[in-house]
């Protein structure tokens, strides 16, 4: 069996031209150390220079993946430029010489290809530039309203230092460990995992870079999430290590920026943003949370936060708007008690703009270049 499937990958890989070479990829010499066992395990190095499109490696990834045999979670595929700066007789500064380690050149080695998890569906990263912007309340609901519309939806709470989602969602209790896999918890239709699930309540975060990176990796790779449609990312507000150990830990889809109308919070979120840009993850739109509230009764319209801020933000970025939650009474008190207001009170305002932006994400997809498709929508 080892054979055949192996055979079947080669063939699957010989079927892919590179156009600049007028050649298939074996035949090129860019697939090296190709390995293949029984239990539908593949890995190899793809050797990418730098005038090749990147799109071979994700036409090869979505051959492999579509063979019979092939485990699309053991899927390991190492994308090298070989003619990049570590293999120049001389090196630029902050590069190893040849045959020198990056700890022997006294340098930090460069960042980990990101794997892929198809099982997670689309990964969606929430974040925003500063915190108290109920970017927490957003992430929650946005999945709530994903799962109402029969969606398998996963959270992962990133916010190691003020994780919320626990509280969002009204649960608290250790998640199970069987067979050495975490076992997220589940509230509203939503599977969840957060360390505010793991640690004490009254824990300091303190936390550096390389535990952080750990502790992400860990969600993603050990806990039991099953098969997803949409797997939403709380990350924590700025653009720290969590943000970054995201992204090279993982393929992310998309993110979606959350800010209030006020100037100081649309600076902090264009800074957000622009981090996305750098490390090539497409932001999906804003959503601008704390919107002015009209109320129903006596019909007078509340801007506590101000407005417009956040469709000056996504004119600035060249993305779309897509939604203005407004800040109406009692949706902090429901988030504190761990009631959605799309579960609570699905009519009111506020819960019918999350609906709508749950909507627009599913049904648009606002993925720019996205590979992963909406599973079911």
């Known amino acids: 069996m080892t054979e055949s499937l192996a055979a079947r990958v080669s063939a699957a890989l010989a079927r892919i031209r590179n156009p600049r070479v007028n050649n298939d990829l074996l035949s090129a010499g860019m697939v090296r150390d ?14 990418l220079p730098r005038e090749d499109p990147a799109t071979l490696v994700r036409d090869a990834r979505v051959a492999i993946r579509a063979l019979d045999g092939v485990n699309p979670q053991e899927l390991r595929i190492s994308v090298v430029d070989p003619g990049g700066p570590a293999r120049s007789t001389h090196p630029p500064p902050g590069q190893p010489a040849p045959g020198q380690t990056h ?4 340098m930090v080695p460069p960042p ?44 992962m709470d990133a916010d190691v230092y ?79 290590d969590a943000q970054l150990s995201l992204v090279q830990s993982c393929q992310v889809a998309t993110a979606v920026i959350v800010t209030t109308p006020q100037e100081v919070a649309v600076g902090d979120a264009l800074r957000g ?12 739109g804003i959503v601008e949370n704390m919107s002015p509230y ?20 996504a004119e600035e970025l060249s993305v779309p708007l897509l939604g203005q939650v407004p800040l109406q009474p009692g949706l902090a008190d429901l988030a504190d008690r ?40």
């Open 103 to 106: 700890g022997q050149a006294g």
């Open 294 to 313: 009209t109320d129903a009764t006596t019909g007078v319209r509340l801007a506590m936060f101000g407005e417009g801020g956040g469709q000056r933000l």
């Open 34 to 47: 190709l390995v293949v066992s029984d239990d539908g395990k593949v890995a190899f190095t793809f050797l």
């Open 162 to 240: 003020g994780p919320n989602i626990p509280r969002m969602f009204g649960v608290f209790e250790k998640p199970p460990v069987v067979k050495g896999r975490i076992q997220p918890l589940l509230a509203w239709g939503v599977k969840l995992m957060s360390l505010g699930l793991l640690v004490d309540r009254d824990a300091a975060a303190i936390w550096r870079g390389p535990i952080i990176m750990k502790i992400v990796q860990q969600f993603l790779r050990d806990v039991e999430w099953g098969d997803l449609d949409y797997f939403i990312v709380d990350l924590p507000p700025g653009t720290g």
């Open 338 to 377: 761990g009631k959605p207001i799309v579960v609570s009170e699905p009519d009111s305002a506020a819960a019918q703009a999350l609906i709508r932006i749950a909507a627009r994400l599913a049904s648009e997809g606002v993925v720019r270049g996205a590979a992963l498709p909406i599973l079911r929508g």
């Open 273 to 284: 943003a622009k981090m996305f840009e750098k490390v090539n993850v497409p932001v999906a």
């Open 112 to 155: 980990p290809t990101p794997m892929d998890y198809p099982n997670l569906g689309r990964i969606i990263a929430v974040s925003s530039g500063k915190g108290g912007v109920g970017k927490s309340t957003v992430s929650a609901n946005l999945a709530v309203a994903l799962a109402q519309k029969g969606h398998r939806v996963g959270v």
